[in-house]
């Protein structure tokens, strides 16, 4: 079993900045690719980004490209995500999960979800 757990977000003004962390439990965390993905309200949960298990490798939406940035602490058992220039779209919920044997962009590749946390961009 692994635990999840999202911190880190709020209420930011367009064109701010918001660092998201994700502390983890239990397995070992460098076993696990790690991404993160979102909820906007009313629509479907999508992928955001993936950061490979020792770190070497990511993987972003087109929508957060260049804009987002994964990068992961195995000593500290946790992943982050630094998000600049936010906008009123990059409003959701913000969920980390746990892959054992995929580095993928699919929330079925994934085994293990934190609770979330949320974004707000006001514009």
């Known amino acids: 079993q692994v635990q999840l757990v999202e911190s880190g977000g709020g209420l930011v003004q367009a064109g701010g900045s918001l660092r998201l962390s994700c502390a983890a439990s239990g397995r070992t965390f460098s076993d696990y690719a790690m991404g993160w993905f979102r909820q906007p309200p009313g629509k479907e949960r999508e992928f955001v980004t993936v950061?490979?298990?020792?770190?070497?490798?990511?993987n972003y939406a087109g929508s957060v490209k260049g804009r987002f940035t994964i990068s992961r602490d195995n000593a500290k058992k946790t992943v982050y995500l630094q998000m600049n220039n936010l906008k009123p779209e990059d409003t959701a919920l913000y969920y980390c999960?746990?892959?054992?044997?995929?580095?993928?962009?699919?929330?079925?590749?994934?085994?293990?979800w934190g609770q979330g946390t949320q974004v707000t961009v006001s514009s």
């Open positions: 999960a746990a892959s054992r044997y995929h580095f993928g962009a699919e929330a079925s590749q994934y085994d293990y």
């Open positions: 950061i490979s298990w020792r770190g070497n490798s990511v």
